[in-house]
């Protein structure tokens, strides 16, 4: 039996209470470290002539350091398997982007244009990506500075999930979906936004070009200019231009 100040308490009883409770359900935060630490602790009891941890020993001398050094194991533990929760906050990515299957995530570390950032893996690679199914103006167009401000407020400085549409288009870029820590995608608050014209050269979906209809609609963005000129045709001129 236990002897607690206040407290009596047959031991197989607080020993199975113990275990189920304490040491096995901590098992999987911190390994096998706990059981191995509350095992050598039972088996010094009991060398000296108590059956476990808790009990007192026939000459009446208390094992109450016992009990308090298992006490300490169980908030060591406890704290253990706070730690590892607040490393699981610390990096939120893999749960938020789960359903988006990203390839890899990237801090975004400069803007070049709407459609168009630098990203900096984990191993310190800065690659350029090109966001998959929108153009957004030109640098010299109008709404091509507003256009690339929106994107980075969107994401610049911030840790985004990658899904790659295209491992290369002809610039070298790889050609991708790009999410924001919320799960936001990209590409569709671009369009949203009136801030770019949907790639409907290259992408069919839907849901992009509707984005893009209500933006028309509500003279969101580009779309507020009376004679709003896509990308790809700005180019053209340019180019007829220069000739």
């Known amino acids: ?83 590892i929760k607040n490393a699981e906050q610390a990096e939120p990515l893999h749960f938020v982007y789960a359903d988006k299957k990203c390839d890899y995530y990237v801090k975004v570390v400069g803007i070049t244009d709407g459609d168009t950032f630098k990203g900096l893996t984990n191993s310190n690679e800065e690659i350029k990506f090109r966001i998959y199914a929108i153009d957004a103006p030109e640098k010299k167009q109008d709404y091509g500075d507003r256009a690339k401000q929106y994107l980075s407020a969107l994401i610049f400085g911030k840790t985004v999930g990658i899904k790659v549409q295209r491992k290369s288009d002809q610039y070298g870029r790889p050609i991708v979906w790009v999410f924001t820590e919320d799960g936001k995608d990209v590409s569709a608050e671009m369009l949203k936004a009136g801030m770019a014209w949907h790639y409907k050269r290259y992408d069919s979906t839907p849901e992009y070009a509707d984005y893009e209809s209500k933006a028309r609609k509500a003279k969101l963005g580009l779309w507020a200019d009376k004679h709003p000129v896509s990308p790809w045709d700005f180019k053209k001129g340019s180019k007829s231009l220069r000739k």
């Open 1 to 83: 039996m236990v002897i607690i100040p206040g407290f009596s308490i047959k031991t197989n009883i607080l020993k199975k209470f113990f275990n189920d409770f304490f040491l096995l359900p901590l098992q999987p935060f911190c390994g096998s470290g706990v059981m191995v630490a509350a095992s050598a602790l039972g088996a010094g009891a009991e060398r000296r002539g108590g059956s476990n941890p808790f009990c007192r020993t026939r000459k009446g001398k208390g094992n109450m350091k016992y009990f308090i050094s298992i006490t300490s194991i169980v908030i060591l533990s406890l704290s253990c398997g706070h730690g």
